[in-house]
């Protein structure tokens, strides 16, 4: 379980990390003066698009995390150690 939490833990700080660029990036094209803003055209709504992509990878990568408990259930299921041990008996 520990691995689990550290992999989620990875997951969350690399979107919030990329969030804060975001924001960052889009604070400073914002700062500058209208007329450099202009010169960027679409720029702004691209910044704006990718912190919508990283919203929906964020939901990709919890969804992964998600089924990653359940990867084993199956297999325990088939190799019960306790049948196992009974075979070789």
Same mark, same amino acid.
């Given at each position: 379980?520990?691995? %689990?939490?550290? +992999? ?10 990329? +969030?804060? +660029?975001?924001?960052?990036?889009? /604070? %400073? ?5 209208? !007329?450099? $803003?202009?010169?960027? /055209?679409?720029? +702004?709504?691209?910044? !704006? ?8 990878? $964020? ?6 995390? /998600?089924?990653? /408990? ?16 009974? !075979?070789?008996?």
């Amino acid at each position: 379980m520990f691995v %689990f939490h550290c +992999k989620l833990f990875h997951v969350s700080s690399h979107s919030l990390h990329a +969030k804060w +660029k975001v924001k960052s990036t889009l /604070g %400073f094209v914002e700062s500058l003066p209208e !007329r450099h $803003q202009e010169l960027l /055209g679409d720029y +702004k709504d691209h910044i !704006r698009s990718l912190h919508t992509c990283i919203n929906v990878n $964020q939901g990709l990568f919890n969804r992964i995390l /998600g089924c990653v /408990g359940n990867v084993y259930e199956i297999h325990s299921k088939i190799y019960d150690p306790i049948t196992v041990s009974l !075979r070789f008996l």
